[in-house]
């Protein structure tokens, strides 16, 4: 397993003598791990995803243990000399791909977020939500250690939205790491693994009862186990709540872009779980336990 991406009293500040954006940050992200970073307006986020990523590099203090990362900004620069398509396979042979490889990953990521049909389409003339769609596109072609995504669901429509929320459960359920801003509060919300508030230039562990409860969708999952089995980890982790309704039952209900990384995981644990039945949830989402 790969080491834990660190940041050891990591500084940022631009200029010898400009202000602080960032000083004496301390921050570990763990495999598999999804992580949320809050603050106000200038307060930094921003910084710090890009130190995060090896966009920028610190001022003072350390990043080891960085794995292979893609990063998607707020603003993707559209005015590139390339089609989509031709964009995505391009980056797809810079992260190792051969070149059908990365065609057929670009063209399958298009069709994901709603894009298929600007494939042939030069960046220079897509709109912004287009634009935004290729920028997650060319973020998940080579399947990163580590995601990072800086307001990254602004200009999508609905459906790309979820299916970048559905993207992001894969990844943490293949064992990557996703580090995320976004302005919405409800987003992937009661789901991060950590919170952390940016503040005076430092980094501030949020406790993880003061999430929103989650919003949008959910289904609700009937699965049942051995009599004495315990839910696999990735399967808690993705769950809205977990109800338990009798010995190796469970009655889980997940949000509705993340039901399928819950099924696979269930179907694929070790002895797999069977899966009752998947229904609509009616209820009002609550918060995991």
């Avoid at 500084?11 to 960032?22: A, E, I, M, S, T």
């Avoid at 293949?174 to 409800?186: E, I, K, L, N, T």
């Amino acid at each position: 397993m790969r080491p834990d991406l660190c940041l050891r009293e990591v500084g940022r500040r631009y200029g010898l003598r400009g202000p602080w954006v960032l000083r004496g940050v301390d921050l570990a992200v763990a495999p598999g791990r999804l992580v949320r970073i809050e603050g106000a307006n200038g307060s930094g986020k921003s910084t710090l995803l890009r130190l995060l990523a090896g966009i920028d590099a610190p001022s003072e203090g350390r990043v080891t243990g960085r794995p292979r990362t893609a990063y998607v900004p707020e603003r993707f620069p559209p005015a590139l000399p390339f089609t989509a398509a031709g964009y995505l396979t391009h980056l797809g042979t810079v992260h190792g791909l051969s070149r059908a490889t990365a065609a057929r990953a670009a063209g399958e990521w298009l069709e994901r977020l709603g894009a298929a049909a600007y494939a042939e389409t030069p960046m220079a003339r897509l709109s912004k939500g287009s634009s935004q769609k290729v920028a997650v596109a060319q973020a998940l072609l080579g399947e990163p250690g580590l995601l990072v995504l800086d307001e990254a669901w602004t200009g999508l429509d609905t459906a790309a939205r979820a299916e970048l929320e559905r993207a992001v459960a894969e990844r943490t359920a293949a064992g990557g790491s996703v580090v995320f801003v976004d302005h919405d509060p409800r987003r992937l919300a009661g789901l991060p693994d950590e919170r952390y508030a940016v503040r005076d230039t430092g980094l501030v562990r949020q406790e993880p009862s003061t999430a929103p409860i989650a919003s949008g969708p959910h289904l609700l999952v009937e699965t049942l186990g051995p009599p004495d089995g315990r839910l696999p980890e990735g399967v808690r982790r993705t769950a809205a709540s977990a109800e338990e309704t009798g010995p190796g039952r469970y009655r889980l209900r997940v949000p509705a872009p993340h039901s399928d990384v819950l099924l696979r995981t269930l179907l694929t644990a070790r002895p797999p779980w069977h899966v009752v039945s998947v229904t609509p949830s009616t209820m009002a989402p609550e918060r995991q336990q």
